[in-house]
């Protein structure tokens, strides 16, 4: 079965350090999402692109997140600096659009000390 | 703002039992619903979806049932297994123009199954 591919799974850094999450679509999708998913907040979007083109990010905090799509096989999450209230599990999901639904990746579980 | 709820935090049932699963959405431009299933280390996954021109959906061990006028959702479980024990999430699909092709999936906090051998 096809699906989404998150790298890393696991990451642990330090306060201001960078961090980079990616995305690799599954082929054929033109719709890709971020999430972000806590306890306390549940699974909140980030961002949101479509052909590769950002459409939302109304979620992220534009001072020190960034989302980007290179190409057409590779979404990036990008947190600098990071913080310790960044700590949480990031989704990434692609879709075909309109009436279908979302194939999520595994995630990468984020842990800032 | 608007937004998705769950009515039941939590839910224990007995193997074999039937299970449902609520929800409550207040979006009243949603056309389009999803029910995921979440399992501890992994992604949501997809299991049954429905719009709003439908009121039932079948699929195999699960129905979900649509009643727009009071804005509510539910997914059935038939035969509940333990394989089921899950955080099942609702979704809506709010279009962001008509043509359908924009949209914006937002989910509820998640109900715990829990299946008791």
């Known amino acids: 079965d096809a699906r989404v591919t998150q790298t890393p799974r696991h990451k642990v850094t330090e306060m201001g350090q960078e961090v980079t999450m990616r995305c690799q679509p599954i082929l054929g999708h033109n719709t890709v999402f971020w999430y972000r998913q806590t306890m306390m907040q549940g699974l909140e979007l980030l961002a949101y692109?479509?052909?590769?083109?950002?459409?939302?990010d109304s979620g992220m905090p534009k001072d020190r997140f960034s989302a980007e799509m290179p190409d057409a096989t590779l979404a990036t999450l990008k947190i600098q600096p990071s913080e310790p209230r960044d700590s949480a599990v990031y989704f990434c999901?692609?879709?075909?659009?309109?009436?279908?639904?979302?194939?999520f990746g595994n995630g990468t579980r984020l842990t800032v000390t | 703002g608007e937004s998705v709820g769950l009515h039941l935090p939590t839910l224990s049932v007995q193997e074999g039992d039937n299970s449902i699963i609520n929800c409550a959405y207040s979006?009243?431009?949603?056309?389009?619903f999803i029910w995921y299933k979440q399992e501890s280390g992994k992604g949501p996954q997809f299991i049954i979806d429905i719009r709003s021109n439908m009121d039932k959906r079948q699929g195999q061990r699960v129905t979900v049932l649509l009643n727009k006028t009071v804005k509510h959702l539910s997914l059935q479980i038939a035969a509940t297994q333990p394989g089921d024990s899950a955080v099942y999430f609702c979704?809506?699909?709010?279009?962001?123009?008509?043509?359908?092709?924009?949209?914006?999936?937002?989910f509820g906090k998640g109900t715990l199954l829990t299946v008791n051998p």
């Open positions: 692109f479509r052909n590769r083109a950002p459409l939302d």
């Open positions: 979006n009243s431009a949603s056309d389009y």
């Open positions: 999901a692609s879709g075909e659009g309109g009436y279908s639904p979302l194939h």
């Open positions: 979704a809506e699909n709010h279009h962001l123009n008509s043509g359908g092709s924009n949209y914006k999936l937002t």
